[in-house]
């Protein structure tokens, strides 16, 4: 066995290829809501600042250009509520997947460390800990957990998989019990601009934080509110001294966002327009799928956000995926997430229009 595999898990994904292959050999072809890959075009405004920044002979800069801050920090303050951040507080990066990957390791954790996330979630945050040599560990409730070593807390609401979201009064409370212990809260908000039956609440929110950022930072990713999964374009907002830390590992390290893709994110962060258009992609979509998984026998549970539908037949997961399969549609297994998911089903509604009519047809 080699040093890395003895590092990291089995890529989940590959499991899947079987079952892909069966659903692949539907004679009207494969729906594929496995993976949250946004399918919709790029919205135009977009493309075009990424065209017009095309001629960008010289090397960027990690910190992004000051037009990107400023779009950066004018967006969380209008759209999250926070107040009183200066460009100290953001920092751009190449997608958030690698931030959550990396971040353990560029914050100089290793044995003897201890990282924590949900017991149901995207299975990076371990990944994360493992490359850093760290402890890690699955919590219930973050706050029942030992304190002591836990350098650093990952928070996901809404949630991938579960599309659960945390309360403005379970931020809050976490937030407290975090700085009173001196563990550093990361909250991974991607999917905060998709609630549905609830309406999200960053932990960067005054009433959550106090107005301090101290001993927090908020990860957000344009990939799914904008269908910018192919820029690698996200940002992480939040306490002064750790972002400052990371700004100068990421320097060193050549951790930068091309230029045409920061000119990108500030047309994206500007423009409210293309978001309500997705979201009511996304909804109508949504509505579908659920209606006919629950009149094929599955119960939604939890759900409020995301793109995704957490749904089970109290079965394995393997078994219902293998019966989607058969159908040509193809879900992630549950038990990709943790042991907690393992029977249930992640049904993604990142697929065409089409695509979920046909879905919901063979439903």
């Known amino acids: 066995m080699s040093a ?27 729906v594929d809501l496995s993976v949250g890959t946004p399918v919709d075009p790029v919205p135009e405004p977009v493309q075009k600042a990424l065209v017009a920044a095309a001629d960008s002979p010289g090397y960027p800069t990690v910190w992004g250009t000051p ?42 954790l290793g044995p003897g460390d201890r990282v924590a996330y949900p017991r149901l979630a995207y299975p990076t945050y371990e990944v994360g800990a493992r490359l850093a040599r760290a402890e890690y560990e699955a919590y219930d409730d973050p706050t029942e957990l030992d304190p002591e070593g836990l350098r650093l807390l990952w928070l996901n609401s809404p949630s991938n998989p579960t599309g659960r979201v945390l309360s403005e009064d379970e931020l809050t409370r976490i937030v407290a019990w975090a ?26 929110h005054p009433d959550v934080c106090g107005g301090s950022y101290e001993g927090i930072v908020a990860v957000h990713s344009l990939s799914k509110r904008s269908n910018l999964a192919g820029y690698r374009a996200a940002f992480v907002v939040g306490d002064e001294r750790v972002l400052g830390d ?3 590992i990421r320097k060193h390290g050549g951790m930068m966002t091309s230029a045409p893709t920061q000119a990108a994110v500030v047309a994206a962060l500007g423009d409210d327009v293309h978001v309500r258009e997705q979201r009511e992609r996304y909804a109508a979509r949504r509505t579908a799928l659920r209606a006919a998984l629950e009149k094929h026998g599955f119960r939604i549970e939890h759900s409020e956000a995301s793109l995704y539908l957490w749904a089970t037949r109290d079965e394995s997961c393997w078994d219902t995926v293998g019966h989607l399969a058969e159908l040509g549609i193809l879900v992630a297994p549950g038990d ?26 063979r439903l």
Do not use: M
């Open 336 to 361: 990709f997430y943790g042991a907690a998911g393992e029977r249930f089903v992640r049904v993604a509604l990142t697929a065409s229009d089409e695509r979920i009519e046909a879905a919901v047809a």
């Open 67 to 108: 037009e990107l801050r400023d779009a950066i920090t004018g967006w969380c303050g209008r759209r999250l509520g926070a107040r009183g951040l200066t460009h100290r507080n953001v920092l751009p990066v190449v997608g958030s997947k690698e931030l959550v990957a990396w971040l353990p390791t560029q914050l100089g």
């Open 246 to 248: 990371l700004l100068q």
């Open 179 to 204: 700085r009173e212990h001196g563990v550093l809260v990361l909250s991974d908000e991607c999917y905060l601009e998709l609630g549905w039956e609830a309406d999200p609440v960053s932990v960067l």
């Open 4 to 30: 890395v595999s003895e590092r990291l898990p089995t890529f989940p994904w590959d499991k899947l290829e079987p079952y892909k292959a069966t659903a692949a050999a539907h004679p009207d072809g494969i």
